[in-house]
Each structure stands twice: as C-alpha cells, then as structure tokens.
C-alpha cells in the first residue's frame, strides 16, 4: 500500500472528527506522523479545498468544500434499501435471529419496511407494511429515544400508553425513565412484555444526514429470550449496525442520541 495515501486518509479522518479544526502540530501529535510529512500532506489538500483554514490565528485546519462534494455523491448514488440491505442481512446471518426494520410514519406511527426471517420454526407476526404506534414495539421506543425529551412525549398520546407493549410505561414519567435507560444502555428492549419467555425485541433508531431520527431496527430474540446476556450481547450488534447504517446515510456522529441527550 501506498504510505503517503495512507496517511491522507488518517488525516482526513482526524480532520473529519474534529470541530473546532486542527493545527499541524495537533494532528503531527495525534498521528504519530513526522511534521514535515503533515505539512506536504496538508497543504496539498489545501490547494485542492479538501481541506481549508478553520482560523488563520493559529492556522488550523477543517474539512472543506471539496470533502462535502464528494461525500454528497456518495450519498447521491445510493438508495436506502442497497445501504440498509446487506448490514440487515449479515445481522439475520450473525445471529440466526429475525431481524426488521421500520420508518417513522406520521407523528405517532412507524411501518415495517424489511423484515429478514430466522430458520426458527417459531416466528413473530409482524410483515413488512403493518403501521404500528410507537409504544407498541421496540423499535418505536428506540425511534422515541433518540428524540429529545419533549420532542418524544409529544409524540406519544394517551391511547398509547393504554396499550403500550411494557404495561411499567403507563405515563410521561415512566416513559422518560424507561427513555433515559435506553439511551444509556444504547438500546430500546421490550423484556417485560406479556411475551417476554417467548421473545424479546432489541432495538436501536436509525438517523441521516441532517440528524433526523427516520426509523428504527431490530433483532427479536427468540433464542433464550430471558437470558440477559444474550440480550445484552444481541443489543450491542443492533446498536452497532444502526450506527453503521446511519453512518452510510451521511450521519456523522458516533452516539445515536447525541440529540435526544443534548437538545438545542
């Protein structure tokens, strides 16, 4: 491989995780690479507006122009489906489990859109087209988690928490609890429902470029469904292909409830 590529990509990457921007020095630093070696690297993409000065004090640098041109045809090209597809499918293959996920439909709704089947003799009901409200599944509660507070109750009306799938979320304040340790957790499980020895959803919410909280997926567990571990172990992989899913939608941060956590 070529060394001098590889230490762009490292610098573009840094760059890319980095707000306020970065001097030569930093990210010399940050790398471990020889300053005179940053310096060629750096301004070569300078001059070609990849990348460009974020404060002429103390000259450093940020992502530029060009990065987002680029990064927009990527995103221009590809479909929901060819990005969601093959991550959902590895996860149904990983894990031997089905897997779904859903979009946001409406203020209270979300409809299944995909649904990968287990080889397990035993099957949920659920198809792709079935609109459910959001407290009725895990995967409207992680679709809920990732919005703020206000912005979730809001979502939520009192029909819902009647017939909510955990009967623990009857109000605004055991939802927000429930929300809370969600978000914590990095995912939305449904272990207390009536099914609970039978099955057990784990969810994690899906966001896009613009930061916008469109659906959910999930894994129903139904290999050892009471088994913490192995919900904990399942959650973990659906946290993580939401990520990898949100990332391939433009998506630029690490925590998917970065703003349910930090409302503006």
Not at 23 to 31: D, E, K, P, R
Not at 70 to 82: A, E, R, V
Not at 119 to 144: C, N, P
Request: net charge negative; charged share 25%.
């Amino acid at each position: 491989m070529n060394n001098t590529v590889l230490k762009t990509v490292e610098i573009l990457n840094l760059l890319s995780n980095s707000s306020e921007g970065m001097t030569l020095t930093q990210i010399s630093n940050s790398l471990s690479f020889p300053k005179s070696s940053v310096f060629d690297i750096v301004h070569t993409l300078l001059s070609k507006e990849i990348i460009e000065v974020s404060s002429e004090g103390e000259k450093s640098y940020r992502i530029g122009v060009e990065s987002f041109k680029i990064g927009s045809s990527y995103l221009k090209h590809k479909t929901f489906d060819s990005v969601a597809r093959p991550i959902l499918s590895n996860l149904n293959s990983k894990t031997d489990e089905t897997v779904y996920m859903a979009l946001r439909s409406g203020k209270n709704d979300f409809v299944y859109v995909m649904k990968f089947k287990s080889d397990s003799e035993y099957q949920t009901i659920f198809s792709v087209g079935d609109v459910r409200h959001l407290l009725s599944a895990a995967l409207g509660k992680a679709i809920l988690a990732a919005l703020p507070d206000e912005t979730a109750l809001d979502c939520v009306t009192e029909e819902m928490y009647e017939k909510s799938s955990i009967p623990d979320i009857t109000d605004p304040a055991s939802l927000i609890e429930y929300l809370h340790k969600a978000r914590k957790d990095g995912y939305a499980v449904d272990a207390t429902t009536e099914n609970s020895a039978f099955a057990c959803p784990v969810a994690a919410p899906i966001l896009n470029i613009d930061e916008q909280v469109i659906g959910a997926i999930s894994i129903v567990v139904m290999k050892n469904p009471t088994s913490g571990k192995r919900i904990q172990t399942l959650g973990k992989l659906v946290q993580a292909a939401a990520i990898e899913i949100s990332k391939r939608l433009g998506y630029m941060r690490e925590d998917l409830y970065y703003l349910a956590k930090n409302p503006s």
